[in-house]
């Protein structure tokens, strides 16, 4: 019944979080706490060895000033002091025999280390060793040491209190581990639930994100600026992206549409007439022009538009050359003179020097043909059309500029020229389809610049290619 929630639960992002935080603060606690537990049995150590070794040095200044027996006096009455349980005296000849030794009720079956006194008679001034006895099991720290010529003191002394000692520190580590792990799960958890707070708002829009909802955008939280809002953000761009890219799908299928029905019924009305009424040979060789004619303008918009396209998915990969731009527009302004000539506009071109990058040349001299040809189409009779070629104020930029003093374009018009077939009020009674500069505009992008454009109604246009030198 449980078992699949449960199963949704323990692959939920949020319970591997919360797993890996108590993973982790569990490991890191037990190797803090190995560490302090180490350095302290280490400390508990070099305390009993400093305490046996201030012995051995006591006895051996009380030999030096006092006789042997009120040493052995002296012997017996530490070990009382101390407790006979835990602390043991022996005196020692060199040979290991004991002339003297405290009650050794408690400490059966302690020999002499006969290593330990060949280690003294070879010039070592102290041993020190660690025996466990058995019955009871106990650990035992001892000490062999001259006190005087021909005289080994060896001093025993149980550890059983540093044991004990850290013994209840493990006791109370291991109680404290608990309680602090049911916290750190605690806080993992709702830590966790909070960092993935924002995820959880990012997944609730997108499950509500459908081809009619692409307005829902994520509550981005003001004045944190996590990797979650960053997501959060960055979803919301993305989401801003695909609705313009909807919307302009819409707008250029609805273009599409009413620009391929004008020449399709213009095609179907006259092979209807011209089927329909005695028409001679010549009116179907006519027929046969014009569809033709209508034709070759679909052909050439729809390529246009699966240019267009293709330039800014960049689908279609760039024959880079090195080419000369100021020779580009020189050949675009020679082969645009005849037209402007016909219009009686004056075409002006200036290119001063050479200016060199790496393009492609068919497409620059159609982004280049696109401005020119939109700049004499609305210049009035009389008018002047100024392009020029120079390098810019930054050396890595060049600029081709086409000015001319037309129409110009409304500033309502103004943010929406490069959009596909949009065409401002103006120009409807113009011949065209509205696609050529978009095309201008991706060619630009795809050589790494952009089109700048300023105009004013009734003053003309200034458009800008910016290109990397």
């Known amino acids: 019944m449980f078992s699949k929630p449960m199963r949704k639960f323990s692959r939920s992002l949020a319970f591997r979080l919360t797993l890996w935080y108590a993973v982790v603060f569990v490991a890191t606690m037990c190797l803090a706490f190995t560490m302090i537990y180490f350095l302290l049995s280490l400390e508990l150590n070099e305390r009993t060895d400093r305490a046996l070794e201030r012995q051995i040095g006591h006895f051996s200044a009380m030999l030096a000033i006092k006789d042997l027996e009120s040493v052995k006096e002296a012997a017996l009455i530490e070990t009382q002091t101390a407790g006979e349980k835990d602390v043991f005296i022996r005196l020692l000849l060199p040979s290991g025999e004991a002339f003297l030794t405290s009650s050794m009720s408690h400490w059966r079956d302690f020999d002499v280390n006969p290593k330990a006194l060949r280690r003294l008679l070879e010039g070592d001034i102290t041993v020190k060793e660690t025996v466990t006895l058995p019955e009871p099991k106990r650990d035992v720290r001892v000490i062999y040491g001259f006190i005087g010529p021909g005289i080994i003191m060896q001093f025993g002394q149980s550890v059983a209190g540093n044991m004990r000692f850290l013994a209840a520190l493990v006791r109370i580590f291991v109680a404290a581990m608990a309680g602090l792990l049911v916290v750190a799960v605690l806080l993992g958890w709702l830590l966790s639930r909070r960092a993935l707070a924002g995820m959880a708002a990012v997944t609730q829009t997108a499950s509500r994100i459908s081809s009619e909802s692409l307005q829902e955008r994520v509550i981005v939280a003001k004045g944190h600026g996590d990797e979650i809002d960053q997501l959060a953000a960055a979803f919301n761009t993305m989401l801003d992206r695909i609705e313009d890219l909807v919307t302009g799908m819409r707008e250029m299928s609805d273009n599409i549409a009413h620009d391929l029905r004008s020449p399709i019924t213009r095609i179907r009305g006259q092979a209807e007439i011209t089927l329909t009424t005695d028409a001679a040979p010549a009116d179907y060789e006519t027929l046969a022009a014009d569809t033709i004619e209508e ?61 060199v990058f790496r393009g492609e040349l068919k497409m620059m001299q159609r982004m280049i043909a696109n401005l020119m040809d939109n700049a004499i189409k609305y210049t009035h009779k009389g008018g002047q059309v100024r392009v020029s070629a120079e390098n810019m104020n930054n050396p890595n930029q060049i600029c081709v500029s086409i000015q001319d003093t037309g129409l110009g374009i409304s500033p309502a018009d103004l943010p929406f020229i490069f959009k596909r077939f949009f065409r401002c009020d103006q120009s409807r009674s113009l011949p065209g389809t509205g696609l050529g500069l978009s095309l201008a505009r991706a060619v630009a992008r795809v050589h790494g610049g952009d089109i700048q454009v300023s105009s004013s109604p009734g003053s003309g246009s200034t458009f800008k290619i910016v290109i990397p030198a």
């Open 295 to 355: 034709c070759d303008r679909l052909l050439d918009m729809i390529n246009t538009m699966l240019l267009i396209s293709k330039t800014e998915a960049g689908v279609g990969q760039l024959h880079l050359e090195e080419l000369d731009l100021a020779v580009i527009v020189s050949e675009a302004c020679a082969l645009f003179s005849p037209l402007a000539e016909d219009r009686q506009i004056a075409l002006v071109c200036h290119t001063p020097e050479p200016l």
